[in-house]
Protein backbone atom coordinates (compact mmCIF):
# COMPACT_ATOMS: atom_id res chain seq x y z
CA UNK A 1 0.00 0.00 0.00
CA UNK A 2 1.01 3.80 -1.21
CA UNK A 3 2.25 6.09 1.79
CA UNK A 4 -1.39 8.25 2.26
CA UNK A 5 -3.73 6.16 1.04
CA UNK A 6 -6.93 6.05 2.98
CA UNK A 7 -7.83 2.51 4.21
CA UNK A 8 -11.54 1.01 3.22
CA UNK A 9 -13.08 0.06 6.57
CA UNK A 10 -15.51 -3.05 6.58
CA UNK A 11 -18.64 -0.32 6.67
CA UNK A 12 -16.86 1.37 3.23
CA UNK A 13 -15.76 5.05 5.66
CA UNK A 14 -12.15 5.86 4.14
CA UNK A 15 -10.30 5.99 7.32
CA UNK A 16 -6.43 8.07 7.16
CA UNK A 17 -3.62 6.07 7.53
CA UNK A 18 -1.64 6.95 10.81
CA UNK A 19 1.78 8.09 10.62
CA UNK A 20 4.50 6.36 12.32
CA UNK A 21 5.37 7.84 15.68
CA UNK A 22 7.14 10.89 15.92
CA UNK A 23 7.11 12.13 12.05
CA UNK A 24 5.70 15.75 11.86
CA UNK A 25 2.11 15.43 10.31
CA UNK A 26 0.09 18.24 8.94
CA UNK A 27 -3.41 17.17 10.65
CA UNK A 28 -2.30 17.16 14.02
CA UNK A 29 -0.56 20.73 13.80
CA UNK A 30 -2.50 23.89 15.09
CA UNK A 31 -1.94 27.08 13.59
CA UNK A 32 -3.28 30.08 15.62
CA UNK A 33 -4.12 33.30 13.90
CA UNK A 34 -6.13 36.49 14.02
CA UNK A 35 -6.17 40.38 14.11
CA UNK A 36 -5.30 42.70 17.01
CA UNK A 37 -6.81 46.12 17.50
CA UNK A 38 -3.90 48.86 19.04
CA UNK A 39 -5.33 51.87 20.20
CA UNK A 40 -2.67 54.79 19.68
CA UNK A 41 -3.53 58.34 21.21
CA UNK A 42 -2.10 60.70 18.72
CA UNK A 43 -2.73 64.02 19.98
CA UNK A 44 -5.47 66.30 21.83
CA UNK A 45 -6.92 69.37 20.09
CA UNK A 46 -10.23 71.85 20.93
CA UNK A 47 -12.96 72.54 19.14
CA UNK A 48 -16.81 72.49 19.47
CA UNK A 49 -18.02 69.24 19.28
CA UNK A 50 -20.42 68.05 16.95
CA UNK A 51 -22.53 66.05 19.33
CA UNK A 52 -22.67 68.19 22.56
CA UNK A 53 -22.02 71.64 21.00
CA UNK A 54 -19.17 72.62 24.15
CA UNK A 55 -15.67 73.49 22.96
CA UNK A 56 -13.71 71.07 25.19
CA UNK A 57 -10.37 68.42 24.35
CA UNK A 58 -10.84 65.98 21.74
CA UNK A 59 -8.09 62.84 21.26
CA UNK A 60 -7.24 61.94 18.11
CA UNK A 61 -6.61 58.15 18.02
CA UNK A 62 -5.17 55.75 15.62
CA UNK A 63 -6.75 52.71 15.54
CA UNK A 64 -4.48 49.81 13.67
CA UNK A 65 -5.96 46.18 13.21
CA UNK A 66 -2.51 43.82 13.13
CA UNK A 67 -2.51 40.57 11.36
CA UNK A 68 -1.44 38.03 14.48
CA UNK A 69 0.36 34.68 13.94
CA UNK A 70 0.51 32.64 17.69
CA UNK A 71 -0.79 36.08 19.21
CA UNK A 72 2.58 37.96 17.56
CA UNK A 73 1.52 40.76 15.44
CA UNK A 74 3.25 40.45 12.24
CA UNK A 75 1.99 43.07 10.00
CA UNK A 76 -0.64 45.71 9.88
CA UNK A 77 -4.47 44.95 8.39
CA UNK A 78 -6.10 48.06 8.81
CA UNK A 79 -5.49 51.41 10.06
CA UNK A 80 -8.19 54.07 10.96
CA UNK A 81 -8.53 57.79 12.70
CA UNK A 82 -11.32 59.03 14.81
CA UNK A 83 -11.57 61.71 17.17
CA UNK A 84 -13.36 61.16 20.73
CA UNK A 85 -14.80 63.84 22.60
CA UNK A 86 -13.70 64.49 26.15
CA UNK A 87 -17.40 65.79 27.00
CA UNK A 88 -19.87 63.55 25.88
CA UNK A 89 -17.79 60.48 24.32
CA UNK A 90 -19.36 61.48 20.70
CA UNK A 91 -16.23 59.81 18.08
CA UNK A 92 -16.24 61.30 14.18
CA UNK A 93 -14.86 59.34 11.74
CA UNK A 94 -11.20 61.39 10.40
CA UNK A 95 -9.29 60.68 7.19
CA UNK A 96 -5.55 60.23 7.59
CA UNK A 97 -5.22 63.58 6.11
CA UNK A 98 -7.52 64.59 8.75
CA UNK A 99 -5.64 63.28 11.54
CA UNK A 100 -2.19 64.68 10.26
CA UNK A 101 -3.88 68.51 9.78
CA UNK A 102 -4.80 67.87 13.32
CA UNK A 103 -1.26 66.75 14.39
CA UNK A 104 0.22 70.18 12.83
CA UNK A 105 -2.48 72.39 14.15
CA UNK A 106 -1.39 71.01 17.65
CA UNK A 107 1.75 71.44 16.92
CA UNK A 108 1.45 75.46 15.87
CA UNK A 109 -0.13 76.11 19.24
CA UNK A 110 2.24 74.99 21.46
ZN1 LIG B 1 -19.08 66.24 22.82
Excluded at 40 to 51: D, G, R, S
Excluded at 79 to 84: A, D, G, N, S, Y
Aim: aromatic content about 10%.
Amino acid sequence: MRAGAGLQTRRGRVKAERAPPGAPTLDRMILLFGTRAFLEPIVTVTFVCAFCGLSVPQQVYRRVNRFTLFFIPLFTVSRRHFVECSNCGGTTALTEQQAHHALQWAAARR
